[in-house]
């Protein structure tokens, strides 16, 4: 079991950053491959940057290339997304998701089994 518990959402103004925590529990963090999603009112989830279970492995959709990194501190079983060059079209709510090492390919938004809760992020324009 993987427990998940987002932090560090909030009112941002277009061009600022975000630093997005994602904080694990359990002792299987290290197994894991972690993805950030978000969703928009109305619109369909989106994944959005995804990292291997040791970190030399990222995966970023187009959309956000250049402006997020996702990275992990297995030590201190946390994943995070710092958010660089926000813009207004970044407003979601952002959740982590963890599964198990698998075959399945980082770019693949399937497979994931454990969800946070979700935190806002909104950016003014």
């Known amino acids: 079991q993987v427990q998940l518990v987002e932090s560090g959402g909030g009112l941002v103004q277009a061009g600022g950053s975000l630093r997005l925590s994602c904080a694990a529990s359990g002792r299987t963090f290290s197994n894991c491959a972690m993805g950030w999603f978000r969703q928009a009112p109305g619109k369909e989830r989106e994944y959005v940057a995804a990292i291997n279970s040791n970190g030399d492995n990222i995966y970023s959709t187009d959309s956000v290339k250049g402006r997020f990194t996702i990275s992990r501190d297995n030590a201190k079983n946390t994943v995070y997304l710092q958010m660089n060059s926000l813009k207004f079209e970044d407003t979601a709510v952002y959740y982590c998701?963890?599964?198990?090492?698998?075959?399945?390919?980082?770019?693949?938004?399937?497979?994931?089994?454990?969800w946070g809760q979700g935190t806002q992020v909104t950016v003014s324009s």
């Open positions: 998701a963890a599964r198990y090492v698998s075959p399945i390919g980082l770019g693949s938004p399937y497979g994931y089994t454990y």
